[in-house]
């Protein structure tokens, strides 16, 4: 299946700090979902986590996820982006430092100083294949 393309209007939303809704697929089949920053690049998503969270596990189990796109200002405004996950730890860093600064404006260890414990950082990256909604 071919990798569906976002609108101006829909890139535009995630190029702001919107935060979005990640679904993964439990191992019983049920969802779960998490708040997280994303950005863009080009029609692809990328989100960062770390090793041992749970959406993290699933993904390597089942790599199918659905994100929801709500901009706080415009809850009537919205995207279901259905689509595919790869993950690599390269770039993970790298990855959550510049999400911080989208954010928060800081780096991420200013914004989370706890995370000098964290388990190494996954770049998630999803490509879409339906877009649905209206954005």
């Known amino acids: 299946m071919a ?78 982006i259905r689509g595919t996950a790869t993950l690599t730890t390269e770039g993970g860093p790298e990855l959550i430092d510049e999400l911080a600064q989208k954010y928060v404006g800081k780096n991420y260890a200013e914004f989370n100083p706890s995370s000098a414990q964290d388990a190494e950082r996954v770049v998630v990256r999803v490509t879409p294949r339906k877009v649905a909604g209206r954005l």
Do not use: C, H, M
């Open 3 to 80: 990798a569906a393309q976002l609108s101006d209007d829909l890139k535009q939303v995630l190029d702001s700090p919107v935060f979005v809704q990640l679904a993964t697929i439990q191992p019983d089949g049920s969802p779960q979902v998490s708040p997280v920053w994303v950005k863009r690049d080009g029609d692809e998503l990328l989100i960062s986590t770390t090793t041992d969270r749970r959406k993290t596990l699933n993904l390597r189990r089942d790599p199918r996820v659905s994100v929801v796109v709500q901009p706080a200002d415009s809850p009537y405004t919205y995207a279901e």
